[in-house]
Nanobody, 124 residues
Framework: QVQLVESGGGLVQAGNSLRVSCLAS????????VAWFRRAPGKDRRFMAA????????YYADSVKGRFTISRDNAKNTVYLQMNSLKPEDTAVYYC?????????????????WGRGTQVTVSS
């Protein structure tokens, strides 16, 4: 069993940066693919970024490519999402997820474990 806890969300002005963290306990996070999803008000949960186990290959949604960076710190059992050049449309609850299934990395079905989320609000 893996417990995931997100942190680092908050209120930020458009154009600024924020880093959210996903701290794992129970198992070593480096043995999982890890992703960040977000759910904006009135919208479905959407894939933002993923980092693969073993190779640390990264993948991004087109909407955040070049602005967001996903990374790991294995010593801290933590995955980060660095978000730069934030826009009001980035406002959402951000969730991290960990998994190892054969489903596509960008689908929630790939991930067995989920955190409760952290709110990110970007003001214009």
């Amino acid at each position: 069993q893996v417990q995931l806890v997100e942190s680092g969300g908050g209120l930020v002005q458009a154009g600024n940066s924020l880093r959210v963290s996903c701290l794992a306990s129970g198992r070593t996070l480096s043995t999982f693919d890890v992703a960040w999803f977000r759910r904006a008000p009135g919208k479905d949960r959407r894939f933002m970024a993923a980092i693969t186990r073993s190779t640390d290959r990264t993948y991004y949604a087109d909407s955040v490519k070049g602005r967001f960076t996903i990374s790991r710190d294995n010593a801290k059992n933590t995955v980060y999402l660095q978000m730069n050049s934030l826009k009001p449309e980035d406002t959402a609850v951000y969730y991290c997820a960990a998994g190892t299934s054969w489903e596509n990395l960008s689908t929630p079905l790939h991930y067995e474990y989920w955190g409760r989320g952290t709110q990110v609000t970007v003001s214009s």
